[in-house]
């Protein structure tokens, strides 16, 4: 009996009898749709490769059809509809896939191809849990089984526990022997060339902030119609002058509209080229302006710049969205305009908590990206009552003061009639690296263009103005 009854516990040791009344936790219909977005965007396989492998699908099919994708981009061909059903029928696994008709309706599935990496992270974690109940299960099938060391079930159960951890981390640790002398290189760049940072148009705001760095965050408040648009337009435009690849996601206002402030304030195209901004209103244009206008376009045309002008955008959106705008023009700044516009991936249990993990979130994007975000952001009404803005008055700030590198806050200001050069205060609240301080400008109304008050004789230009102090 005793033979017998060890016997059992051997064909038991893989815990396939516990599982047998055990439901795999699964998700076959966002399995679906992870392979159909890459159908509508090939280019988000090397993304998506980074984050699930086979395991990561708990459909046979759906295994069969990654491996089939993978082999598409292994032999360099054309990711598509077509090319994929020609791959599962080479591999002899079209009838287990389902064939041309359910390959079609995995495409068809696929309202929203920009949520596949969010996708994607919700398979991954659905097949670790597979990974520890399926070991679970047979940690307690080896140790119910007398003639097994206890010590070998331990180790098995810690690798699978470890290696859940390692997928988990991404493998992002690294030594100092790994970058320092990337390190090195950076700091000899930085004092040779002026490294990696975008300087701005603004000397004073130079002078403290030394320059918009690669990996931070800058949030830009202010009241409404206190110019917030206005000057990250014209950060973002003296930018695109000096080569740089940048990118707008504007959720209050459409291309057309991005289009006109630029041409108003048209840096782009050469310096005294501007356009009062009324004439995109009424129309009422010159020959003059129409020269403007035309010589704006062309210079535009191919500017390093992108735009997104959709109203909905989630932190997934903008994720992929600059993923491919960096691989598109190198982008290097990119301008949020406005962050309290924007809309959560999953809905949180109070908007400033959804507004703190939308913020995290585009945190993580910049640093995997080596970015520098302009993130604009709308003031309470609170600040209204103070003669300056404070940190708490960042409207549903939640760890939008936490995680950004710096705060600028336009100090409320109103224009008398017919004034068209009015003195505005730039007040940089927070430097996480930097300075904190003052930056008088000027905002000319009828350009929409924010300018350094008129520099003394002699005094440098902004982009060769070194840090102080």
């Known amino acids: 009996m005793a ?112 949520h596949a990496l969010e996708w994607a992270k919700e398979l991954r974690v659905y097949s670790q849990r597979r990974t520890l109940i399926q070991a679970g299960a047979a940690m307690m099938d080896q140790a119910a089984d007398l003639g097994t060391d206890p010590r070998t079930v331990a180790l098995d159960g810690q690798n699978v526990i470890q290696h859940v951890l390692d997928e988990h981390s991404d493998g992002q ?24 940072l975008i300087k701005t148009q ?15 965050q800058t949030v830009l408040a202010g009241r409404p119609s206190t110019g917030k648009t206005a000057l990250g337009i014209n950060i973002i435009e003296h930018a695109i002058t000096k080569g740089i690849g940048c990118g707008i996601f504007s959720l209050e206002m459409d291309k057309f509209a991005l289009m006109d402030r630029f041409a108003s304030s048209n840096k782009i195209s050469q310096p005294g080229a501007e356009v009062e901004a009324m004439r995109f209103r009424d129309g009422k244009f010159t020959d003059g302006d129409w020269q403007r206008v035309y010589a704006f376009a062309e210079n535009i045309r191919h500017a390093p710049v992108r735009m997104w002008d959709r109203p909905s955008l989630t932190p997934t959106d903008f994720y992929v969205q600059c993923r491919l705008w960096k691989r598109e023009i190198g982008m290097q700044l990119v301008i ?37 975000i302009l993130l604009l952001c709308q003031l309470n009404r609170e600040s209204e009552k103070s003669k300056k803005p404070m940190l708490s008055h960042l409207r549903e700030s939640g760890s939008l003061e936490q995680d950004a590198d710096n705060v600028l806050f336009i100090v409320p200001w109103k224009a008398e009639e017919g004034q068209t050069m009015v003195p505005v205060e730039l007040d940089v609240a927070k430097g996480r690296k930097n300075k904190v301080g003052s930056v008088p ?23 060769d103005a070194k840090l102080e102090g």
């Open 3 to 114: 033979a017998k009854g060890q016997q059992k516990n051997k064909e038991k040791k893989d815990g396939s009898s516990l599982l047998s009344n055990v439901s795999l936790p699964a998700k076959t219909d966002t399995e679906m749709a992870v392979l159909g977005a890459m159908l509508h965007r090939p280019e988000l396989l090397d993304e998506l490769m980074g984050i699930v492998d086979e395991r990561a699908f708990f459909s046979q099919a759906h295994q069969h059809i990654w491996k089939a994708l993978l082999e598409l981009k292994k032999q360099g061909k054309v990711i598509d509809l077509v090319m994929l059903n020609e791959q599962v029928t080479k591999l002899g696994v079209s009838e287990v896939c389902g064939g041309a008709m359910y390959l079609t309706k995995m495409m068809d599935s696929v309202a929203s191809p920009s």
């Open 173 to 196: 640790s690294c030594r100092p022997e790994d970058f320092v002398n990337e390190w090195v290189d950076r700091l000899e760049s930085l004092q040779t060339q002026g490294g990696p």
């Open 202 to 216: 603004y000397r004073e705001l130079n002078n403290i902030l030394a320059g918009l760095f690669p990996k931070e």
């Open 336 to 372: 949020l305009d406005y962050l309290q516009l924007m809309e959560p991936d999953h809905r949180g249990s109070s908007r400033e908590r959804e507004i703190s993990e939308m913020s995290r979130s585009i945190n993580c994007a910049i640093k995997e990206l080596d970015l520098h």
């Open 441 to 463: 400008l000027h905002y000319r109304s009828e350009y929409l263009q924010f300018v350094s008050p008129a520099l003394p004789e002699g005094e440098m230009e902004p982009w």
